[in-house]
C-alpha cells in the first residue's frame, strides 16, 4: 500500500507479542519497585499480612502435603528401579534426600502454591479493579499497593519456604514408606542413607530457592489482578496469566538460582 511493505502477519504478531512482553518486564519491575518502597508502611498492618499468611500457607497446607508424600514415594520407587543391579540399595536414602531438598520439595511445591494462590490472588485483585474497587482505594487516598500488594507478597516470602520444608518431611518420610514396604531395604538402611550424605548447603539451597519462587508467586498474582479488565472474562484471562507466569518463571529462576548457588556461593 503506497509503496510501504507490509510485514507477513506471523512476524507482525511476534512483534507485537515482543513489545507487549517487554511493557509488562516494564510495569513489574515498577511493581516491584513501588513494594519494595512501601514494605516498611505495609508491614505496620500486621493483621493483614497475618490473613495472607493462613490463606496462602495454612489453607494449601493439605493439597502440599499429598503431593509431597507421593512425590515421595515416586522418588523411592524410581530411585530403586534406576539403581537395581547397579548401586547399592544402601544409597537410596541419599538419593531420595538429596533430589527432594534440592529439586523437587521447592520447585513442586512452588508449583502447586502457584497455581492455587497466584489464581486466588489474581482473580481477587482482578474482581476489585474491574468493580471500581482499587479506583475507590485510590480516591481515599489509600495506596492500594501497601493496602494489597505488600501483605500478599511477604507472606508468600514467608510461608513458602515454610511450606518447602515441611514438603521434604513429608516427601522423605513417603520415600521411607515405600523402601520398607516394597523395595525391601530396612529403616536403618535407609536412615543411615540419609545420614551418611546429608549437607547442610543442600537444604538451606532449597529454602533460597524458595524465598524467590514465593516473591515470584505474590508479584504475579498482584501484577496480573492489578492489570485485570474487560469485566468477568477478563478476570479469567488475568487469572489464566498469573498462574502460567508464575509457573514458568519458576522453572526460569530454579535453573538460575541453581546455577549461581551451586556453581559460586555453594561450590566449595
Known sequence: ?????????PFAYLWERMGDWIADVGRIAMLVGETFRMMAHGLRSGRLVIDQMYII???SLVLVLIVSLF???VAGVQAAYQFGGVVPMKYIGSVILRSVIIELGPVLTALIVGGRVGAAIAAELGTMRVTEQID????????PVRYLVVPRVVASIV???VLVMIA?????FGGWVVCITNIG?????YVQGLQDFFYLKDLWSGIIKSVFFGAIIGWMGCYHGFRTEGG????GVATTRAVVSACVLVLISDYVLANVLFRFVFAK
Do not use: D, F, K, Y
Open 185 to 189: 531395604v530396612s529403616t536403618h538402611t
Open 159 to 161: 510461608m513458602l519456604p
Open 136 to 143: 475507590a482505594l485510590e480516591a481515599m487516598a489509600i495506596n
Open 71 to 73: 512425590t515421595g514415594a
Open 168 to 172: 521434604n518431611a513429608v516427601a522423605i
Open 57 to 59: 500457607g495454612v489453607q
Open 1 to 9: 500500500m503506497n509503496g510501504e511493505s507490509v510485514p507477513p502477519r
Open 232 to 235: 468477568a472474562e477478563g478476570v
